[in-house]
């Protein structure tokens, strides 16, 4: 205290926060797009542009970082990492952002928002989930985590013709800050406990055992609490299902791939990083939210009419067999992480798919409302049959190897029980996922209406659906990627 | 000076007093009160640790946090204005049309 310090950034720095620089940038351009132009259509086309610009320059930055050896490194000043686990996740978002861009155009129009509002808001959250990765301490955790949230309270309810969005809007809102009211609480008693919100630090002190006081123990259940009530993991899931429904589609999409991966992300890197040690206090709190989510998830998604609901519920599930992962060794890590993108991209294709279906104000809603249209429109069934394979885990897709992985891993380390688990809750996934493939394929008396896709959104539909089937026949370059990702973190 | 642990004790118990409220208070801005007074036992607890420990990172935090807490209000009350002017009322007990 009383001597000054310097400001703790290095030359390179501003290069390893490269994709978060692109993105905020690519925000306050859309806001400075919103006052510099009054006609609308001068609007939407550089809103396009700069948001394809924003997420293209994102993935190019990411991609530039000097990995050198392959370890973790900390920058400014030890607040944030640089290493392939944060490209890794970057690449991911960048991704989400250029399909969000194209595809979820036409629902953002639909629900009677304005592309460039909708677009800014956007890429304020993704800002925060590009920093849920390199998070180097609980401090930029928590501020990550409230960037990516609160943009989302927003976008919840910001369809003014809906008459659930607002709903939807409060109870995300609500349950969300109380969230982050545990997770905050959290980090003061693991402070209060070590001294330090370092991960490092906090490894090494928990790793001693020196300090294994009360206040560590109920400081990290409250934290794992709140990352699950983000990754939407039993029982902090109450949300997911009228939240994901009320939403407008665009935005549901963002929160069924962004804000999971990201907490994901998050989670992943708090409990495989420098602060593995901590895991084994709360392996049995975590085991319980594992068995739970799958449970609860698909058994909840059975019941379901609704797609979106539908498509919450086992969101829910598969929250809980990417946490699985983390249960085993640092295959297990990496089975979690490999689950992690095959998910991405298969929600966001299913996603993708569900939002150009639909006529004038009204989307297709009830899983009978796509009865017979795969009649009608042979090609963007199939690429939906293959995002619902992938996410039912039926070979030859990623969702299929991701599942093996994951299951592998658990049964490696002896968590047999919970490994059958899993194969039997996926048999009940595989049940709900075929209703919609049989209602698209095997009934034709449905006359489903499907928006007009520009030649962009086929392209960046059927990119995702190679890259899911890709995922699931070749799946040994990703793997060996995610690997070296996870071997970075500790 | 008094122990930390005292007001370690109020804090917990403010924390106790701001889950209480969400869980049972009906009218949605006690709600968003109940919320801030959460985020706030958290400062507290922040603050206590930072004395505790000798040290300013507790004391940073609580500066961030407090920032955090303003922007959570104003999109909090922007929420509960547009539900207002679509029911007419700040009551939770009229958001149900989501359920099952």
Not at chain 1, 191 to 213: C, F, K, P
Not at chain 1, 360 to 381: C, M, Q, Y
Not at chain 1, 425 to 433: A, C, L, N, P, Q
Request: glycine share 10%.
């Amino acid at each position: 205290m009383g001597t000054p310090i310097p400001l703790p950034i290095m030359p390179g720095d501003l290069t390893a926060i490269g994709p978060l620089l692109a993105v905020v940038i690519a925000a306050a351009g859309f806001l400075a797009v919103d006052m510099a132009f009054t006609r609308e259509e001068l609007k939407n086309r550089w809103t396009f542009i700069i948001g394809i610009i924003g997420a293209a320059l994102a993935a190019v930055t990411a991609l530039m970082l000097d990995i050198g050896t392959g370890e973790s490194r900390l920058i400014l000043g030890e607040a944030l990492y640089a290493d392939l686990y944060t490209v890794f996740f970057d690449l991911l978002f960048a991704l989400l952002m250029g399909a969000s861009l194209v595809l979820s155009w036409t629902a953002v129009e639909r629900a009677r928002m304005k592309p460039v509002e909708f677009y800014s808001l956007a890429a304020f959250s993704f800002a925060g989930m590009f920093l849920t990765s390199r998070a180097a301490d609980l401090l930029s955790l928590f501020l990550a985590i409230e960037l990516l949230s609160m943009p989302l309270y927003v976008l919840a309810g910001f369809a003014t013709t809906s008459k659930t969005g607002r709903e939807a809007a409060l109870k995300y809102f609500v349950l969300g800050s109380v969230a982050s009211a545990i997770l905050l609480f959290g980090i003061a008693l693991m402070y209060g406990g070590t001294g330090s919100i370092d991960y490092v630090e906090l490894g090494a002190q928990v790793s001693s055992g020196g300090r294994d006081s009360p206040l560590v123990l109920a400081g990290l259940a409250l934290i794992l609490a709140g990352l699950a009530f983000k990754v939407g993991a039993v029982p902090f899931h109450m949300w997911t299902p009228d939240v994901y429904e009320g939403s407008p589609t665009a935005v549901t999409a963002l929160m069924a791939t962004g804000v999971k991966a990201a907490g994901l992300a998050a989670a992943i890197r708090f409990l495989a990083g420098p602060m593995a040690a901590a895991l084994s206090y709360v392996s049995v709190m975590l085991w319980w939210i594992v068995a739970l989510s799958m449970v609860v998830g698909n058994a909840g998604a059975m019941l379901q009419s609704n797609v979106k609901r539908l498509l919450a519920y086992s969101s829910i599930a598969h929250a809980g067999y990417i946490l699985m992962g983390l249960l085993g060794d640092s295959l297990g890590t990496a089975a979690a992480v490999y689950y992690t993108a095959v998910y991405v991209l298969s929600v966001a294709g299913a996603f993708g798919v569900v939002q150009y279906f639909g006529d004038g104000d009204r989307e297709l809603e009830t899983v009978d409302d796509f009865n017979g249209a795969a009649k009608r429109h042979p090609w963007i069934s199939l690429l939906f049959t293959i995002f619902l394979l992938s996410l039912a885990g039926i070979p030859p897709t990623g969702g299929f190897v991701a599942k093996f992985f994951v299951f592998g891993s658990a049964i490696q380390t002896g968590h047999i029980g919970l490994a059958l688990l899993g194969v039997l809750t996926s048999v009940i996934g595989i049940y709900y996922y075929l209703r919609l493939v049989i209602a698209m394929w095997m009934k034709d008396e449905g006359r489903p209406v499907l928006a007009e896709l520009s030649p962009t959104s086929w392209v960046v539909l059927g990119l995702l659906a190679a890259s899911v089937l890709a995922l699931g026949c070749m799946p040994g370059w990703l793997w060996l990627i995610v690997q070296s990702a996870v071997v970075s973190l500790v | 000076m008094p122990a930390p642990l005292e007001y370690l004790a109020v804090s917990c118990i403010l924390f106790g007093i701001g889950i209480a409220g969400v869980l049972t208070r009906r009218n949605l801005l006690v709600i968003l009160m109940s919320i801030e007074l959460m985020l706030n036992s958290a400062n507290l607890a922040f603050l206590t640790f930072s004395r505790l420990h000798g040290q300013l990172h507790g004391q940073v935090i609580a500066i961030f946090v407090m920032t955090v807490a303003a922007a959570e209000a104003a999109i909090g009350l922007a929420i509960v204005v547009a539900l207002f002017r679509q029911t007419g009322s700040v009551r939770i007990d009229e958001a149900t049309r989501l359920r099952g």
